[in-house]
């Protein structure tokens, strides 16, 4: 059987550029998969670890100026945004490994023996261990940050886990030329290639996932690809940890205050978050609740006035731009729905950014079920403007929405002051894993505090995908009982020979 093409396409033309890659077999990924778990033991010391995260970023960085126009040609995402993408994943790259460094992801706490406690404490010393091989799969709509030396794969290697990377069919040539970049600063360490290999396919993806030494896996990418990936990880014999970032409409609140105060102002902010990326970013606001009345007219006035200026944008791909138009136009023909601004097709290969308004009360009708598409994320340009008569019907409304990425709540100065409005950033926080006030959701920092999750259909789990904090999720507590010094880990040893932060007996030391 001959191997499967993979094209790299360019979506501004819908064409064909080059054959980027093959399609991985069963026997491929089985190969990728044993080379990785064979590189375990490379990744053991913690100096060789950050020496290799820091010079990934190093290369990378320095292989912009070819990286950023492939990927600009199989995305067009453009230089500017691609630019800044890509320095996010060196940054983060170089954070993680300064985490590495500093050893408190290892979580050390030790217990001294008690025989007054009741019952009798024993030596105990307890630490994080590495998962084993983590699958990755990337991202389309952030070709740097999201895939193969993005998050995931930066918080995996971080924690010492090797990686096998499922390319996005959306950037294979992108997808290829990163990898190299990472074998290249692997080969400057003596690590071997398997600590980061690559596959392309759909059918290598479900391979991958169901694979025997898989130990977890991480996903970014559709409620429906990631709940088949989810379930087929759930079902293997040895059920393994699933990470899936699946689709989130990150509701926005703007009370009948802040938007009296300030409608012209959210507007603007809404139609700029709504569009970055052409509406391609997992933490746009899909839904926005709106008071009716005098103020709220004002708001969204603004928001389809700032709208009139933004021209027609290209999605990742044909099918997206599809389904985009499929989706926008089955949501305009329910009953009560308007199109302020109408979203849509462009020319041939692009799509116009668009606005969807009704009245709470469709959302809120026990037996208006067809509306409740508009409560399913639409990926691209286009957000849902929900007019409410008062704040218990919004409320209404927050009680049918799902698991979020974010939520935010728009206050006027006033509120924010007397804090009058932290009865609904309470009825906000249950939906979302961030929730914001005043601001907007569209860009996710990376930082020590960053939580990037939410309840399902948002996430598959409780952890987060941006922050330090994700490499726990590649991470197993071990606790070793009375054991003699000369068996321990160096990292558990009483003299604490690597000067790591840890718990001893309920005090803060490092």
């Known amino acids: 059987m001959s191997a499967i093409p993979v094209w790299s396409v360019d979506p501004r033309t819908g064409e064909q550029r080059e054959q980027a890659a093959v399609e991985a077999t069963d026997a491929s990924v089985d190969a990728a998969?044993?080379?990785?778990?064979?590189?375990?033991g490379a990744l053991t010391d913690r100096a060789v670890r950050s020496a290799f995260l820091r010079t990934a970023a190093d290369l990378l960085d320095a292989a912009r100026d070819e990286l950023v126009p492939l990927a600009d040609a199989e995305t067009a995402l453009g230089a500017a945004r691609l630019n800044g993408e890509l320095t996010r994943t060196c940054y983060q790259l170089r954070c993680f490994a300064d985490s590495v460094d500093e050893g408190a992801f290892l979580d050390i706490i030790i217990s001294h023996p008690d025989a007054t406690a009741t019952p009798p404490v024993p030596d105990l010393r307890r630490l994080k261990v590495p998962l084993g091989v983590v699958a990755v799969y990337s991202a389309s709509n952030f070709p740097f940050a999201f895939s193969v030396a993005g998050g995931d794969t930066a918080s995996a290697l971080a924690a010492g886990c090797p990686v096998v990377v499922k390319a996005h069919p959306d950037h294979p040539a992108t997808s290829e030329a990163t990898v190299a970049v990472l074998h290249r600063a692997a080969a400057q360490h003596g690590l071997p290639e398997g600590v980061a290999a690559l596959v392309h396919g759909f059918d290598a993806g479900l391979a991958l996932v169901r694979h025997p030494l898989v130990a977890a896996a991480g996903f970014t990418g559709s409620v429906r690809g990631g709940r088949a990936l989810f379930d087929a990880a759930a079902a293997r014999p040895t059920p393994i940890p699933f990470h899936g970032e699946?689709?989130?409409?990150?509701?926005?609140?703007?009370?009948?205050?802040?938007?009296?105060?300030?409608?012209?102002?959210?507007?603007?902010?809404?139609?700029?978050?709504?569009t970055m990326g052409v509406g391609q970013f997992?933490?746009?606001?899909?839904?926005?609740?709106?008071?009716?009345g005098a103020s709220g007219d004002g708001l969204l006035k603004s928001l389809t006035q700032s709208l009139a200026d933004v021209a027609p944008g290209v999605l990742l791909d044909h099918r997206m731009r599809d389904n985009f138009i499929a989706g926008v136009a089955e949501r305009a023909e329910l009953p009560d729905v308007e199109t302020p601004v109408t979203p849509g097709p462009g020319d041939a290969h692009s799509v116009a950014t668009g606005v969807l308004t009704l009245p709470a009360s469709r959302l809120t009708d026990p037996d208006g079920t067809a509306h409740d598409l508009l409560l399913e994320e639409c990926f691209g340009p286009v957000t849902v403007v929900v007019r409410y008569e008062d704040v218990t019907e919004a409320e209404a409304v927050l009680d049918r929405l799902p698991g979020n990425l974010t939520a935010t709540l728009h206050i006027s100065s006033e509120e924010a002051e007397s804090g009058s409005a932290a009865g609904?950033?309470?009825?906000?926080?249950?939906?979302?894993?961030?929730?914001?006030?005043?601001?907007?959701?569209?860009?996710?920092?990376?930082?020590?505090?960053?939580?990037?999750?939410?309840?399902?259909?948002?996430?598959?789990?409780?952890?987060?995908?941006?922050?330090?904090?994700?490499?726990?999720?590649w991470l197993r507590p071990v606790a070793y009982q009375n054991t003699p010094e000369a068996l321990l880990p160096p990292e558990l040893r009483e003299d604490n020979p690597l000067g790591l932060p840890r718990v001893v007996d309920g005090r803060r030391e490092g």
């Open 33 to 40: 998969v044993r080379a990785a778990h064979a590189a375990r």
């Open 246 to 274: 699946l689709g989130s409409l990150n509701p926005v609140l703007v009370t009948g205050a802040a938007a009296t105060e300030r409608a012209e102002e959210i507007g603007a902010g809404l139609a700029g978050s709504m």
């Open 282 to 292: 997992c933490v746009k606001p899909g839904l926005v609740l709106v008071p009716a």
């Open 424 to 473: 609904l950033l309470a009825r906000l926080t249950p939906l979302a894993g961030r929730v914001l006030v005043n601001a907007w959701p569209t860009g996710v920092a990376v930082a020590p505090a960053q939580h990037h999750g939410g309840p399902y259909p948002a996430t598959t789990s409780t952890s987060t995908s941006v922050g330090l904090t994700a490499a726990e999720r």
